[in-house]
């Protein structure tokens, strides 16, 4: 029996994987399939019930479900063959895709690979949080599954664990369901969003803790309470039903791992070129699991940057062979958590390329890029939130001439 | 309540592996059988959180029933493992020193190998260790490798003897500790929260409770439950590629001590501690010790400084103010004990049921003939380098992406003839939320799929 064949297979049906679809098909790709491991593509947006999806996509504000169903609407408008319940386990060096569904395992062949299986909040036990370990702890997109998707509510006082976006995403959750978060903690010394955003939880008498350390999980079978040492050191013993992790995002990257290609430790993802290819030069990478993590809006648009890559390449013949991609790394430095894309290659054309950069905590101060020989390349001052994407335009470098090592660093403000 | 009839040959207290290979031994004797257990579910004491060696008893003490009961354990698991499906992991271990003073004590160990008749046994130098395992910190020095130590599936196996148990008719009744029990000269009565039993003979295979259930039982106890806190860390199964052989550190007079060791799963695994505490009902995970466990697998195993937390977890060992297993009875009672089993139970638990098993006969006539020709029945496998169901078609779509649990998985652990009492005992059945995700995509589906169906509900409609 001969493989099913594509000329682009994209894993992964969220927002970056559909809007590549969906770019491939315009730009005259002719067979597009997309994998998605679910029962239904829209990744995470699925559940985010509340808005704003859209603006950029649909130029209107969206629910995530709506969003999500409007972008799987498109795709299959667009004739994409989108897969859902297949899940794909592994690719191998030449397109080689095996792909488990209900109906079995298969193996698909396809000219390019795209991956974008995206990202998850940190676990409970990822993040070595001691005490118990009783029913009522869990994620914000699991809270967000139970009430959005299974409609039911898990718990009705629960604690917020984290200060990102996400997690007034839960507490927005929370409140359009009945349940009344007793407190934000943060182990952080400051918040990790923007701090205008917490107006949220004061309006809504969400007390928010920063420097909080839980010291122990307490209850059994269910979560009773919580037991922290506050940033000021006294200890306190919280009452509530359950716990929700949310953010510290970790790329979705076991098909990565499985399929040994290269991964990035600073993100945890993969290791890509500015055109979003990894170390197998057919295979490219889009959305949160290369940058934990942004908005859908931005995986969106990176989706359909890398599927117009990609649809060039098919398109000139002389290059329907996939070429392996050298080119210079970029370094993340001093009070850099890391920089993607981590190599930019001369090849390709299209916009010039910007860095996308997170700093370890709070970035008050001056970005500097320079080559191997300490010579200073470009420097932009910035002052961003501990989790917010910074951006490091290289429009105007030239930057072919030479091979040596970029790298980049964050001078804080004296 | 439950209408426990009329009175069975024997009571068995606690379904941890020790309570459910007793169950299975007096059934295929031919006795009647009612198992008690105090939790929702088989396993939830120690016998939720060991290391998942088969062990060979190599380091046993010599002529020790502990070894007797180990080594015909691990006979008789390599004997049914096929009929029932149960798979093994033949990675072999190695006791690895790392220090002059622990290199110089592998001869002693490989003599009490020998004499514990573990023949295979041998001594390897440190180029040998480095050629079977290269991803060992570089200033290992030695090892003693014992080949025939395997990893098993710690959950199925206590599983299959269970069911083999239930199928020749043992009850097995949750949320049922003991209450009170009255020995009316003639017959035990066993009060629990769904009814009073009424049998023969008791079995205490009652865990961390052990000494108070014999309490309980006789009015006193012969020894004293010390319960020992064993803290695990599982990495990512993408740490597992660095290591092949079980490594076990040189042992101390106390306790095993840390192991890094592979999952049947296809995790690595680091672990325990060794923590004595008071509290029994409090098997909780602490920074500090999590630390260092992380701490010593880089030790061990430099390449694992990269490597993610997939779980963590703990679980409390009966151990006792002795070191060897506190096995007696009280014959004109009709009183069998099998306590302070802390930490060979899962390998020697086939081998403790027959021991006690040989006691409890001893002055008995009734109690039935042996079954000849058992039901036999294969158990789902979930080892990682063996099949799953995934790969068969028809399995109506995976609900957990991490561990590739099917709908069919999860649906035939409900309606199995000993189903889940509670989401830990779903997730030993099948692995769902066991993996790297711990639920952040499937949890609310399992709650939906499991709603009615567990005594203790994943997450019950929360009251307003």
């Known amino acids: ?414 | 309540m439950v209408a426990f009839g009329n009175p069975v040959d024997t009571a068995i207290i606690g379904a941890g592996v020790v309570g459910c290979a007793m169950a299975r031994r007096f059934c295929l004797e031919g006795a009647s059988v009612v198992v008690l257990e105090r939790a929702p579910d088989i396993l939830s004491g120690a016998s939720k959180a060991n290391s998942a060696i088969l062990h060979t008893g190599f380091d046993a003490p010599p002529g020790s029933v502990e070894l007797q009961c180990m080594q015909a354990g691990y006979a008789e698991y390599m004997q049914i493992r096929e009929d029932f499906n149960l798979p093994i992991l033949d990675t072999g271990a190695m006791v690895a020193a790392w220090s002059d003073s622990e290199e110089a004590r592998l001869p002693e160990l490989l003599e009490q190998a020998l004499l514990n008749g573990v023949a295979d046994a041998r001594l390897l130098s440190r180029a040998e260790v480095v050629a079977r395992e290269p991803a060992l910190g570089a200033h290992v020095r030695a090892a003693l490798l014992v080949p025939r130590e395997v990893i098993i599936d710690p959950w199925s196996a206590p599983l299959a003897y269970a069911m083999q148990a239930k199928a020749l008719g043992a009850g097995f009744h949750f949320n049922a500790g003991l209450l009170s029990a009255r020995f009316d000269g003639d017959l035990w009565h066993l009060q629990t929260p769904i009814g009073t039993l009424t049998a023969r003979s008791v079995i205490n295979a009652a865990g961390i409770h052990g000494d108070s259930v014999e309490r309980m039982l006789i009015g006193g106890s012969q020894f004293e439950i010390r319960p020992r806190k064993g803290q695990f860390v599982v990495f990512d199964k993408a740490a597992a590629k660095h290591l092949r052989t079980i490594l076990l550190p040189v042992p101390t007079a106390r306790t095993k001590g840390v192991v890094l060791i592979r999952t049947i799963f296809g995790n690595l695994l680091v672990g325990p501690t060794a923590e004595e505490q008071e509290e029994r009902d409090r098997p909780d995970v602490t920074r500090p010790e999590l630390d260092m466990l992380i701490a010593k697998a880089v030790e061990l195993v430099p390449a694992l400084a990269q490597a993610q937390v997939t779980a963590v977890y703990a679980g409390l060992r009966p151990a006792s103010e002795e070191k060897h297993y506190r096995l007696h009875s009280l014959p004109e009672k009709g009183y069998f004990c099998a306590g302070g089993i802390r930490s060979t139970g899962l390998t020697a638990a086939l081998g403790i049921a027959r021991h006690v098993h040989g006691l409890w006969a001893q002055d008995r006539t009734a109690g039935g003939k042996p079954i000849t020709a058992p039901p036999i029945f294969p158990l789902p496998n979930l080892a990682e380098h063996l099949p799953r169901d995934w790969q068969v078609p028809g399995h109506g779509g995976i609900v957990c992406h991490c561990e590739m649990v099917t709908g069919r998985e999860i649906e035939a652990a409900l309606s199995s003839p000993l189903p889940p009492g509670d989401f830990g005992g779903l997730r030993r059945r099948t692995r769902c939320a066991m993996g790297r995700c711990q639920g952040f995509n499937c949890l609310a589906r399992l709650n939906s799929l499991t709603e009615g169906r567990l005594s203790v509900p994943i997450a019950p409609e929360a009251d307003r």
């Open chain 1, 1 to 414: 029996m001969s493989a099913a064949s594509y000329d682009v297979a994209i894993v992964g049906g969220g927002p970056a994987g559909l809007s590549a679809a969906i770019e491939l098909r315009a730009r005259g790709v002719a067979k597009v399939a997309l994998f998605e491991r679910g029962d239904e593509a829209g990744g995470i947006p699925r559940h985010c019930g509340h808005p704003l999806f859209g603006m950029r996509e649909f130029g209107r504000i969206l629910t995530g479900p709506a969003y999500a169903r409007r972008l799987v609407a498109a795709a299959l408008a667009a004739g994409v063959t989108v897969l859902p319940k297949h899940t794909v386990v592994h690719t191998g060096p030449g397109g080689r895709l095996t792909v488990a569904s209900p109906n079995g395992i298969e193996t698909i062949q396809a000219a390019r690979i795209l991956i974008a299986t995206g990202a998850r909040e940190a676990t409970r036990a990822q993040l070595l949080v001691p005490g118990l370990r009783p029913l009522g702890v869990m994620n914000t997109a699991a809270l967000q599954a139970f009430v959005y998707q299974e409609g039911r509510v898990p718990f009705r006082r629960p604690l917020i664990v984290g200060s990102e976006l996400v997690s007034l995403s839960a507490i927005l959750t929370c409140r359009s369901h009945g349940i009344r978060p007793i407190a934000m903690v943060e182990n952080e010394l400051d918040v990790q969003a923007r701090r205008a955003f917490f107006a949220l939880p004061r309006v809504l008498r969400v007390p928010v803790m920063p420097g909080a350390q839980i010291l122990a999980i307490e209850g059994r079978p269910r979560v009773t309470s919580v037991r922290l040492r506050l940033a000021d050191g006294t200890e306190t013993l919280l009452a509530c039903d359950g716990v929700i992790f949310s953010g510290r995002f970790v790329p979705e990257a076991a098909l990565t791992e499985a399929s040994a290609l290269v991964l990035d430790p600073a993100t945890g993802g993969p290791e890509i070129d500015q055109h979003g290819r990894g170390s197998d030069p057919g295979i490219f990478f889009a959305g949160n699991m290369v940058h934990p993590i942004e908005t859908a809006g931005h995986c969106w648009a990176e989706g359909r940057r890398v599927a117009g890559m990609i649809a060039a390449e098919l398109a000139d013949r002389a290059k329907s062979e996939p070429k392996e991609a050298r080119g210079r790394r970029v370094i993340a430095g001093a009070g850099l958590k890391y920089v993607v894309p981590q190599r930019l290659t001369t090849e390709g054309t299209g916009t010039a390329p910007v860095l996308n950069v997170r700093a370890l905590g709070a970035a008050n101060g001056q970005l500097i890029l320079s080559d191997g020989s300490g010579t200073i390349l470009r420097s932009q001052s910035i002052n961003a939130a501990p989790q917010k994407p910074i951006r490091f335009s290289l429009a105007g470098l030239d930057l072919a001439g030479e091979s040596s090592d970029l790298r980049l660093r964050l001078e804080p403000k004296a």
